[in-house]
């Protein structure tokens, strides 16, 4: 969570006896702010600057600029890594807010020793990009991607801190994918093969899955799994999963996240080069 996110305002302290809603223009003056933050993306600007897409609990998703970064001297290089939490300071810009102070929170160095754990890494920015709009505070949101680079910096088994995190964040950006009711007809699943629908939103009864024929089959043991990071995440790295029940877990979750974003995200291009 977020050490300091108070805003720091020029205007004079208000008195407790004047109505709030009556400084309602004082916001304007508002000038400097704090927040934690992971950066998301970046991309260059000009001949030293950079252009950082953040993720912060309070304020939601940023796009702010990094004046200076790329200069060899810069003292806010080392501190605006991707993937790693960062203290800010930003002074609120005409069109983008500029970063003005930044300091290291966790750099998740482990995390950062290993070509896998840095392409899921790169993942999880990429997904929790895709799934929100700027400027939409979603503290769960930043717990998640937080709680996943701390999963990946302790060495615990990518693929299921990856499936807990696609399914924690397809929860709290309001595309949770139904796992307990048939998505079809409402009736309380039963522990038989059943099937994924990403159209449906959902798993679907064995009669409902007639009318989706290209729905995902879904096996007992795959449907407890899913279940349980839903439930008691932590239980999920206890269990020994085949190649061919990874395969089953994973792809209704992915299958969603596609129905969602409409697109395949690039980064999983890498991540698959990586780890198939």
């Excluded at 790329?70 to 005409?94: D, F, I, M, V, Y």
């Excluded at 970063?99 to 896998?116: F, H």
């Excluded at 991607?145 to 929860?171: K, Q």
């Excluded at 959902?202 to 879904?218: H, I, K």
Aim: aromatic share 6%.
């Amino acid at each position: 969570m977020e050490p300091s996110g108070e805003r720091v305002a020029d205007a004079p302290a208000v008195p407790s006896s004047v109505d709030q809603s009556e400084t309602a223009p004082r916001r304007e003056r508002i000038r400097l702010y704090r927040t934690e933050a992971v950066v998301l993306r970046r991309r260059d600007l000009g001949e030293a600057d950079r252009i950082l897409t953040l993720f912060t609990a309070r304020h939601g998703k940023l796009r702010v600029v990094a004046k200076g970064v790329r200069r060899p001297q810069s003292k806010l290089a080392g501190h605006l890594e991707p993937c790693a939490r960062t203290s800010l300071l930003l002074a609120q810009g005409r069109n983008l807010d500029i970063i003005t102070q930044a300091q290291l929170v966790k750099p998740y160095r482990a995390l950062r020793e290993n070509e896998i754990s840095i392409a899921y890494a790169g993942y999880f920015a990429d997904l929790l990009d895709a799934l929100t709009v700027e400027a939409q505070p979603n503290p769960a949101a930043y717990d998640a991607l937080v709680s996943a680079f701390e999963m990946l910096d302790r060495g615990l088994d990518p693929f299921v801190i990856a499936r807990i995190f696609e399914l924690h964040l397809l929860t709290v950006t309001g595309f949770r994918p139904e796992l307990y009711r048939c998505a079809g007809c409402g009736e309380t699943l039963e522990p038989v093969v059943n099937a994924f629908s990403a159209e449906a939103g959902g798993v679907l009864c064995p009669v409902c899955r007639q009318a989706q024929p290209q729905a995902l089959p879904l096996s007992v043991n795959a449907l407890k799994f899913l279940r349980l990071i839903d439930r008691d995440p932590s239980a999920a790295f206890r269990l020994r999963l085949s190649d061919s029940l990874r395969r089953e877990i994973e792809d209704p979750l992915r299958a969603q996240i596609r129905q969602v974003v409409e697109r395949d995200l690039g980064s999983l291009a890498v991540l698959r080069l990586l780890t198939h």
